[in-house]
């Protein structure tokens, strides 16, 4: 069975059996379902079993922290090989081979099947949309008044804490997505947020998108202070909280490009915070002017 799926205007195909268990953990996805399966971006098919790889070569590991994925690349054949594990310590548990351009994956699931699916469709997603006015964000968003504020900062710093605090303490909040929204250059200049089926723990897959209104960068502190940020800090802010490979060039020149039409298109903030209620309308009053 083969179904085609549409993130922020980008669309992807996933082959897998039709029995297939896997089908039954693709929720997420039904909201971005997409009858025209014309021009994808890219085609991710599941793998019976993997071929012998045992002379591929290692490239780089990344992992954000003992309790985060630990995903590494190799080189195998013209190939990039993806060995990825639920956390740091943690054995393989999927595998993920693809071709240089990112247009044809093959993924191979040997435990959490969400798991699985979900960081080899994310990361796919990201690799081949780099180039493509798009950014798959480590970010929180929250919706006020038609408009995406995004919060960005280190894993516990504490983004979904201060999107929950809008919600809580601010009116005609909502949350659009809590882990990994999609921000696109829109055709017009105009830079949108889009909601995806990656949301972290906060089971949040809308398909909708709004103008971004300010993002803000978070970082814990002892009382509550924002200010407005420089491009060169809004770029370095920005540039650590999205996904992607910087060493492969064409990719990191696509996610540059990208990166210096947002941040000189919406105002980005610094926000020194407790997680309280006063934080929440610091910052909506400063960001929403």
């Known amino acids: ?18 029995n297939d268990a896997a089908w039954n953990e693709m929720g997420p996805y039904e909201p971005f379902v997409c009858v025209d399966a014309s021009d994808c971006l890219f085609t991710a098919e599941l793998l019976e079993a993997m071929p012998d790889t045992s002379d591929k070569q290692k490239v780089t590991v990344s992992c954000e922290g003992s309790d985060m994925p630990r995903i590494e690349l190799y080189e195998w054949r013209g190939q990039w090989l993806m060995e990825m594990a639920p956390l740091l310590e943690a054995p393989v548990r999927a ?64 983004k979904s804490t201060h999107s929950q605090l809008w919600i809580n303490n601010i009116e005609g909040c909502s949350l659009l997505n809590d882990d990994n929204p999609v921000l696109r250059v829109m055709e017009d200049g105009e830079v949108h947020v889009f909601g995806s089926p990656w949301s972290g723990k906060t089971p949040c897959y809308q398909n909708i998108d709004v103008p971004v209104g300010a993002i803000v960068n978070l970082r814990q502190a ?6 407005r940020m420089s491009l060169v800090e809004a770029y370095a802010a920005m540039y650590v909280s999205f996904s992607g490979y910087r060493f492969i060039k064409e990719m990191a020149d696509g996610l540059h490009a990208t990166n ?30």
């Open 95 to 158: 595998y993920l081979l693809t071709d240089k351009t990112f247009q044809e994956a093959k993924f191979r699931i040997l435990g959490s099947i969400r798991f699985s699916l979900g960081t080899s469709l994310m990361l796919m997603f990201a690799f081949a949309t780099a180039r493509k006015n798009t950014l798959l964000m480590h970010s929180s968003v929250t919706v006020k008044d038609g408009k995406g504020y995004l919060f960005l900062g280190k894993s516990g710093t504490g």
């Open 222 to 227: 002892k009382k509550n202070t924002i200010r």
């Open 260 to 289: 210096e039409k947002v941040v000189g298109t919406v105002p980005c903030y610094a926000l020194d915070c407790l997680p309280d209620a006063e934080a929440a309308w610091l910052c909506y009053k400063t960001v929403s002017q």
């Open 1 to 18: 069975m083969k179904k085609t799926y549409r993130v922020a205007g980008h669309k992807f195909a996933v082959v897998m059996p039709d």
